[in-house]
């Protein structure tokens, strides 16, 4: 079975900085594009950042400048270094694979930035 398991989440005041992770299993992720996307309630689902396998990323315009994308293929495992991190950046952070041309989604880490 897929899956997708993510950490790092937590509570950090304005300014901090938060490492989330994204071990994947059950499939080979090296030629995969993954990435993280994030969702409040009430709303939809946002891209936060992607990453190629060849290491080419994009980030969303709310987030550039503050978070990087990585990824450790060796490891299947994606990484999102978030920095300033804002109130309005909490959410509940999901991690994203599309090995063979199938969408796979992990259950999320809650990310609360608040003072």
Not at 13 to 27: I, K
Request: proline share 3%.
């Amino acid at each position: 079975q897929v899956q997708l398991v993510e950490s790092g989440g937590g509570l950090v005041q304005p300014g901090g900085s938060l490492r989330l992770s994204c071990v994947g299993s059950g499939s080979d992720f090296r030629f995969a594009t993954m990435g993280w996307y994030r969702q409040v309630p009430g709303k939809w689902r946002e891209l936060v950042a992607t990453i190629r396998s060849g290491g080419t990323t994009n980030c969303g315009d709310s987030v550039k400048g503050r978070f990087t994308i990585s990824r450790d293929n060796a490891k299947n495992t994606v990484y999102l270094q978030m920095n300033n991190l804002k109130p309005e950046d909490t959410a509940v952070y999901y991690c994203h694979a599309q090995p063979a041309g199938i969408v796979y989604w992990g259950q999320g880490t809650q990310v609360t930035v608040s003072s």
